[in-house]
């Protein structure tokens, strides 16, 4: 990834971490480039990380602990998607 990509992607985990803390009982906490989202009353707890993917031009995805994809970067319902992979 190029610099600008790592700054697109850390400002796309920035904003989704702000989205998905409006969702009720759920935390989120960026560190080292990976989004940490977790229930506040336990349970899992998903690492999602922003990065290019290859079969969509480059462009950036959101993508989950096991490397599967959420949802491109910036999509308005990358948050909902994070969250339902938690319930």
Same mark, same amino acid.
């Given at each position: 990834?190029? /610099?600008?990509? @790592? ?12 989205? #998905?803390? /409006? ?10 480039? #990976?989004?940490?989202? /977790? ?6 707890? +998903?690492? #999602? ?5 290859? !079969? %969509? ?6 993508? !989950? ?5 959420? /949802? +491109?970067?910036? @999509?308005? %319902? ?10």
């Amino acid at each position: 990834m190029t /610099a600008t990509h @790592h700054q697109q992607a850390h400002q796309h985990l920035y904003v989704l971490g702000q989205q #998905v803390r /409006a969702y009720d009982s759920v935390a989120a906490d960026l560190r080292d480039g #990976v989004l940490h989202v /977790a229930l506040l009353t336990g349970g899992r707890v +998903e690492q #999602v990380r922003c990065a290019p993917r290859p !079969d %969509d031009g480059g462009r950036l995805w959101l993508w !989950d602990s096991h490397r599967r994809p959420l /949802a +491109e970067a910036g @999509h308005p %319902d990358a948050a909902l998607a994070v969250v339902r992979r938690l319930r």
